[in-house]
């Protein structure tokens, strides 16, 4: 039972647990942990994953239906829930849950680059 609950509270299960948003196959992962205080943001996990070409085919479809997603045309990212190093700008959908007070998970969608980038932080 120790496993399974380490198996299900890694990062990316809590993003998927806060966000809405079911994490789809990735064929490579860049993350960092802890990032820290930034912008008076504090960071305390962020990833960049890269995705199967069947996967980013699969949320092409999904992002257009399920309502955890959000066209970064039509609507405006949140300001203020992440620090600029962290750009949100290029990305086509976005996902944005404050699951607690000051406390955010946010999914980016890059279409055109089959990258999503991942991130749960704290506001002041």
């Not at 993350?31 to 699969?58: C, H, M, P, R």
């Amino acid at each position: 039972l120790f496993s399974l609950d380490l198996l299900l509270n890694t990062p990316l299960r809590r993003v998927e647990r806060y966000s809405g948003v079911d994490i789809p196959k990735y064929e490579g992962i860049s993350e960092n942990k802890n990032i820290g205080l930034t912008e008076e943001i504090y960071v305390d996990y962020f990833a960049e994953l890269f995705l199967t070409q069947d996967s980013a085919k699969a949320l092409n479809e999904t992002v257009l239906t399920d309502e955890a997603w959000h066209s970064a045309d039509s609507e405006s990212f949140p300001g203020g829930v992440l620090p600029s190093s962290i750009s949100y700008r290029g990305a086509e959908f976005f996902a944005h849950q404050e699951y607690k007070p000051n406390h955010h998970a946010t999914v980016l969608y890059f279409a055109d680059e089959n990258m999503l980038r991942v991130v749960l932080c704290r506001t002041n």
